[in-house]
């Protein structure tokens, strides 16, 4: 038997089927509406949270059947939901590029984060939980960083969720990314180096390590502007900040790029009076996990990238 999650007691949670293969933390997120991310992640890693009586992981798969004790915390159920506006919402129906009855995808917005936390109050899940109220089990398959644009898969049903995933933990979905970089040399590199996430400050950073995750990433040549390199990237692996740490490490960091980037691209924007991570998720491949069907999506680049990309067709041509 569930109960609802309570300010005053201690409540238990009996997983069912919907929920069998989701995650602690997201489990969580969505049972405590309202509460902030590391509010729940402090009572995971405090033990306050229990699977079947035992200390669990954020990471923790839950299972049909499993029990969580959730400890007694004040949500935000009774709060209105919140605000999009209409801005927004307009912008976000023009990027829906692909539906089917089990999935979205869509465009993400460059500087749009796909879900809320760390200072951002609404984020992509929020907001479509917002404008699809009738969509009761809306779920990020995956993620993209805040500045990145491009393809991003909402599942419309928590056991398609679950299947996509698999699909992607096999290396069944196939994702490509266009970046623009200076430095890049040659038609085609690999770059294998593991990948070790570490928090400085407030502020999460990923560094080539021998302590890290496998990691490897494809790039080929699309197209030379002058100094700078229109490429594709492959993921062989899903790290976070993958594409941008193996591109600095290679050699070749990302125009724009805060984090991972130089003096020297910044300067180059700044030349050309636009300012955003050159990087976008430019399509996604893969077999359906139900219909069986190949299923491709392209998403096109957004204006602030065109224009960046023309600017320099212009300057590589003078």
């Known amino acids: 038997m569930s109960e609802t999650p ?41 033990g306050e949270v229990r699977v079947n009586k035992k200390r669990a992981k954020q990471t923790t798969r839950l299972a049909n059947g499993d029990i969580v004790r959730v400890p007694p915390i004040r949500t935000a159920e009774s709060e209105a939901p919140p605000k999009v506006s209409d801005a927004l919402a307009e912008r976000l129906s023009r990027t829906l590029i692909y539906e089917d009855e089990y999935l979205f995808i869509f465009n993400k917005p460059a500087g749009l984060a796909v879900h809320g936390g760390s200072g951002v109050s609404l984020g992509l899940i929020e907001a479509l939980r917002v404008l699809y109220p009738e969509e009761r089990e809306l779920e990020l398959v995956h993620r993209l960083d805040r500045d990145t644009s491009g393809c991003i898969m909402v599942a419309r049903r ?27 040399k040659g038609k085609e590199r690999r770059i294998e180096a593991p990948l070790l996430k570490l928090m400085q400050g407030n502020e999460r950073v990923v560094r080539v390590s021998r302590e890290g995750k496998p990691s490897i990433t494809d790039f080929r040549l699309l ?49 050309l009076g636009v300012r955003r991570l050159c990087l976008h998720a430019h399509s996604l491949t893969f077999r359906h996990p139900l219909s069986e069907q190949r299923v491709r999506v392209e998403a096109p680049l957004d204006e602030d990238f065109e224009s960046i990309l023309a600017a320099l067709r212009r300057r590589s041509r003078s």
């Open 158 to 184: 928590r056991s398609f969720l679950r299947r996509l995933q698999r699909l992607m933990q096999q290396g069944g979905v196939e994702k490509r990314y266009w970046l623009l970089c200076q430095g890049f």
């Open 6 to 46: 309570s300010a005053d007691r201690v409540s238990f949670v009996t997983i069912d089927e919907g929920r069998d293969g989701q995650r602690l933390d997201n489990f969580l997120i969505t049972h405590l509406k309202g509460v902030p991310r590391s509010r729940i992640y402090r009572i995971i890693r405090s």
């Open 223 to 271: 197209e030379r502007l002058g100094g700078v390199s229109l490429v594709e990237a492959t993921l062989g692996t899903g790290r976070t900040h993958q594409i941008r740490v193996h591109s600095q490490f290679g050699g070749f960091a990302l125009l724009g790029d805060d984090k991972y980037g130089n003096d020297q691209g910044d300067r180059l924007l700044g030349e």
